[in-house]
């Protein structure tokens, strides 16, 4: 079965052809990255407009990459949410036209079950295992019992890690996006020179992430404070000044607590509900820190997705919509954000 999927959820335009959930035949992403760098965040009407623009080229970029074309699809999916609204009815109503045209399924997908599929593609992952989601909204720890049935064990009680990781790097001054730039830096710094906490919560498998983004700036700031001969502007392209350590090293103990967190609540879950299987999915499973974290531990086989399957992408949807369609209906709305805790 092939499906054509979309994801446009955010600043991402995808378009993927998966075969069977597994076979990835082309996957194609158009990034919006320049167009919200100034900005120093996704500004949702310019990336609504840009997602338009790019949608029809990707579509068409994808079939060419698989050599197909549309007569060749069994089915049309897109995420309907969560995300930012203008941005996800691009791609719901690209695949839904799609659908229409060639009078086949128009398949609707839940954007954390497409994380959650991307552990399917191009491997042979089965549940039941255990789920880290960890995107720029979220932190959820996910028994996935079937393809089907899925129970959100713990999540974060206020910031998803990579926003922490957003906004530490922000408050660092690095650009964005800040996540896989802080990622870099902190391979250069000492990640025992700035103590910074790991948050306890009530519930052992919820997660908390504002403490530690709050000491960070508590102590960037008091660090700045204390040398004023310190000149961010100019230091910042000069790697060997005290300025320039002293952040790497901020980033590099930023990343040493946020992984350290993630893995000990990860194993520990996954002990306490006998599973020996875990994966790694969403943007922040891009991390270099986390992926070398999980693959060095011989407590459980992790699974982590390529690069390219763990940020935004259509893919993942692809491989939701084979083994977890959500909707079939072509009146299905978007939706922004999930409001109960399944
Ligand atoms: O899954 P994703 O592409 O979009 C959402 O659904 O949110 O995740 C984006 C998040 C951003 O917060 C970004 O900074 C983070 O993933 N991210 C990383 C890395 N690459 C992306 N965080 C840490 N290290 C990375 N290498
Ligand atoms: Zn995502």
Known sequence: MKILALESSCDDTGAAIIED???V??????SQVQ?????GGVLPEAAAREHLLAVNAVVQAALDEAGLSLADMDAFAATIGPGLIGSLLIASSTAKALSLLTAKPF?????????????YLESDLEPPFLCLL?????????HVKSFSDMQILGETLDDAVGEAYDKTARLLGLPFPGGPVLDKLAAQGDATRFELPIAKTQSPWDFSFSGLKTAVNRQWSGLLQAHPDWNPALDTDNNDSPFAQARADM???????????????????????GLQQVSICGGVAAN??????????????ATIPAFRFCT?????????????????????DVFSRVLVRA
């Open 288 to 301: 270099s820190a986390l992926r070398q974290a999980f693959w060095g531990c011989e407590a459980v086989s």
């Open 134 to 142: 960890v995107s720029g909204g979220h932190t959820q720890l996910i």
């Open 312 to 332: 935004d992408n259509a893919a993942m949807i692809g491989a939701s919509a084979f083994f977890n369609p959500i909707t079939q209906d072509l009146g299905q």
């Open 107 to 119: 398949l609707g997908i839940n954007h954390l079950y497409g994380h959650v599929a991307s552990a």
């Open 35 to 39: 167009i919200h760098t100034p900005f």
């Open 251 to 273: 980033a590099a103990s930023f990343q040493r607590v946020a992984v350290k967190t993630l893995l000990d609540k990860t194993l520990a879950c996954a002990k306490a509900h």
């Open 21 to 23: 959930g597994r076979r």
């Open 25 to 30: 035949l082309a996957n194609k992403v158009a």
